[in-house]
């Protein structure tokens, strides 16, 4: 024993009370400390809101605008409207053109008269409608599974489903640049969390290694397209390695379904994997889908399961009609209409292609539809950002802290309906105009 556990072995029944006893008081005094007390009615004096004005009143004092919060006129495709000027729009989702589409938005239309704009009650209640099942069973079979469940937010998606199926007993293992969503559900679920290095299979093989036998439950989570990279996971290594380490796999498709694979059908199709090998196959309907909302697809007693206890589904309100009915309208379009996908390849492409020959830092950008462009500092990532809405071109950076200092960029987000000659524009200017900046230090 050591010398600590010796003493206490020889104190008798009414030393070790008062011991205990001496112990609490220790604690009950620190716990006593004077604690400034904060007036939240007064929530402009907080240091945070503070802090995040005065960065605000910097980019003011230098002269230049706040890039975030811009009103955007219309539907958000390739061309955008703020203000009175009309400009070639790299900052959406709407990759497949979906928004906007009047076949999807004439379901929508459709399902507000017959189902009005809200379903007014939690499924498992009485908020239950016929197009939510339609809907599911066309997710489950885009992706070649038995069932889905769909959530009324991508982002709650992950944390209910995450932080409800995971626990204090179970491993969480997850690529260091998963989304915020995933890390959120990861933290809420209490498991023991590791994070692996990005897309880096040895560097999960090895945690796995380590870990995987002390606890009951694993999940590997990945992403099919990693949103600020657009970069794409080397999913057979991960299949591999989930079933020789017995873990549970999971994907967020946020950024690949609809736009990876020929038929858009994500990730699964671009590699030609078993659908089955993964257990949850994560997806948001706001991108390529035309609406809102997130879904988890899988087997059918993971699903059931879902639909009966994960607290966000059963104590929140369905999706709404109009939403679900869009969805349904983009993924049956999706199946009709595969060009639009191939279109979307072909410029993403050229884009890429384009950029990498002017020179510029794209990074680890390859085969999807998000392309970033590198600056490396923040302040001259905002310069280029509203230089190039000057020349009518709206894109937005993404600066310290959402990435590191070094790594400051903009993000391109490509669809299916830029033209080549907007493309082609987009990248001369770019090009011409980081050279001004830099040029000009």
């Known amino acids: ?22 112990l609490r008081q220790q604690k009950e005094k620190a716990n006593s400390a004077p604690v400034t007390l904060v007036d939240f009615s007064n929530f402009d004096q907080q240091p945070a809101y503070q802090q995040m004005k005065q960065q605000l009143m910097q980019l003011e004092a230098i002269g230049l605008q706040n890039p975030y919060f811009k009103i955007h006129q219309g539907v958000a495709r390739n061309i955008t409207q703020i203000g009175e000027q009309e400009l070639i729009n790299y900052s959406t989702y709407n990759y497949l053109g979906m928004s906007g589409d009047p076949k999807v938005s004439q379901a929508a239309k459709d ?14 209640a009485s908020g239950e409608k016929p197009i939510h099942r339609e809907l599911e069973q066309e997710i489950a079979n885009l992706l070649g599974v038995e069932d889905a469940i769909v959530y009324v937010g991508g982002h709650s998606t992950n944390v209910i489903t995450i932080s409800h199926l995971f626990g204090r007993n179970d491993l969480i293992v997850y690529d260091a640049l998963s989304h915020n969503s995933v890390v959120q559900g990861c933290l809420y679920s209490g498991a023991n969390l590791f994070s692996f290095a990005h897309n880096d299979g040895q560097a999960l093989e090895q945690i796995l290694k380590d870990k995987r036998s002390s606890y009951e439950k694993a999940l590997i989570i990945i992403e099919g397209v990693y949103s600020m990279d657009g970069d794409i996971a080397n999913l057979p290594k991960f299949i591999e390695l989930k079933k020789r380490y017995k873990t549970a796999l999971m994907i967020d498709e946020a950024h690949s379904i609809g736009v990876l694979g020929k038929s858009g059908h994500g990730i699964g199709e671009y590699f030609g994997v078993n659908p089955t090998d993964v257990d949850l196959w994560m997806g948001t309907l706001s991108k390529s889908f035309a609406s809102c909302g997130g879904y988890i697809a899988g087997n059918h007693a993971l699903i059931e399961y879902l639909k009966y206890t994960a607290p966000g589904f059963v104590y929140s309100v369905g999706i709404s009609p109009p939403n679900a009915a869009a969805a349904l309208a983009a993924i049956r379009l999706l199946n009709v209409e595969p060009e639009r996908v191939e279109r979307l390849h072909q410029r993403a492409k050229l884009f890429l292609q384009l950029a990498k ?11 999807s539809a998000v392309i970033p462009v590198i600056v490396g500092n923040s302040l001259q990532c905002i310069q280029l950002s509203q230089a190039l809405f000057s020349r009518g071109i709206n894109v937005q950076p993404v600066i310290y802290p959402a990435v590191s200092e070094q790594t400051a960029r903009l993000r391109f987000f490509i669809s299916c309906t830029h033209s080549e000659e907007q493309i082609r524009f987009t990248v001369e200017t770019v090009a011409d105009e980081l050279k001004k900046i830099h040029n000009s230090l």
């Open 357 to 367: 020959e002017r020179g510029l830092n794209t990074g680890l950008s390859d085969d």
């Open 1 to 22: 024993m050591t010398n600590t556990s010796q003493t206490l072995a020889n104190l008798s029944s009414q030393q070790k009370l008062q011991l205990i006893e001496k």
């Open 111 to 124: 399902a507000i008269d017959r189902y009005g704009t809200s379903v007014s009650a939690s499924r498992v």
